[in-house]
């Protein structure tokens, strides 16, 4: 069958977007969407969007990391608003569902402003942080995040029977201003460092910004820039997270599978 798609990507963190409204992908193949996420034997992505028509939201996102497990992905999102954008399904405000509930979003020029589900709080978690942010997060500060070892720490963590069995994913934050980070993260389902993860970029601003008394963080990533502003909660959580970024289409095409 001849498949056609659009290959995006924000600040890094890529996927393979599927038109799906008319809901020909068999979203339990998980074999077909490992093959398409195949950088080697397939298209190559660190996740695939499935966009489906729903009766309540302008669409539904339907996420799946590259080992076909499904979660809840921030960069993805905002690809998503700009797919669907492209495909004239919205124009520049959207109100869609995704795996953790709706969300609204707002699309300026390359940028997406994605509005992501309210947090409990942050959690004490192996002598660092944990915060779910629609999908779970395990934050470590370091020095010299740049020369740290990302992907065996990383594996070391997620694989951490403390998270079994759902495992987390994991972020390494370096304090470079007040209100500015750098974070590299090592992601689940995908089971490597990916260049930017919008989730976990979230957990790590919300967790910095508490401790330096900021709202609102700059985020430099090995894939790009994005931003966070958050407004904490009377009850130790957070409110009004918003997660800004760019979204690329970066080329389309069709495919044997
Ligand atoms: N790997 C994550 C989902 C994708 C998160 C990331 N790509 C993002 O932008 O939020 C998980 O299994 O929880």
């Known amino acids: 069958m001849e498949l056609s798609f659009y290959k995006y990507q924000g600040t890094g963190n890529d996927f393979v977007m599927i038109d799906d409204r008319e809901e020909r992908f ?4 998980l074999a077909k969407v490992q093959k398409l996420c195949d950088r080697k034997f397939g298209i190559g992505a660190d996740g695939l969007i499935l966009i489906r028509n729903h009766a309540d939201y302008d669409f539904e996102m339907i996420y799946f990391n590259a080992d076909g497990s499904q979660s809840m992905c921030g960069n993805g999102a905002r690809c998503a608003v700009a797919f669907s954008s492209f495909l004239g399904i919205i124009k520049e405000q959207t109100h869609f569902l995704a795996i953790d509930g709706p969300h609204e979003a707002v699309l300026k020029g390359d940028q997406v402003e994605l ?3 309210n947090v409990k709080g942050i959690e004490e978690s192996m002598g660092d942080y944990f915060v779910h942010t629609g999908s779970p997060h395990h934050i470590r500060f370091v020095e010299h995040v740049r020369d740290y070892p990302v992907f065996d720490q990383g594996k070391s963590i997620r694989y951490d029977p403390c998270y079994a069995p759902a495992g987390t994913n994991v ?10 980070v750098f974070v ?22 919300l967790v910095y910004g508490t401790q330096t008394n900021q709202n609102e963080i700059k985020i430099t990533t090995l894939g790009g820039k994005l931003s966070v502003r958050f407004r904490p909660n009377s ?11 760019p979204a690329e289409q970066v080329f389309k095409g069709k495919i044997n599978i």
């Open 26 to 29: 068999d979203q339990n193949d």
């Open 184 to 205: 590299r993260t090592y992601e689940r389902g995908v089971e490597n460092e990916t260049f930017s993860c919008g989730t976990g970029v979230t957990a790590a601003a």
């Open 171 to 180: 972020n390494f934050v370096e304090g470079i201003k007040d209100d500015e």
């Open 115 to 117: 509005l992501m589900g």
């Open 235 to 245: 009850s130790g959580g957070f409110q009004d997270i918003w997660l800004i970024g």
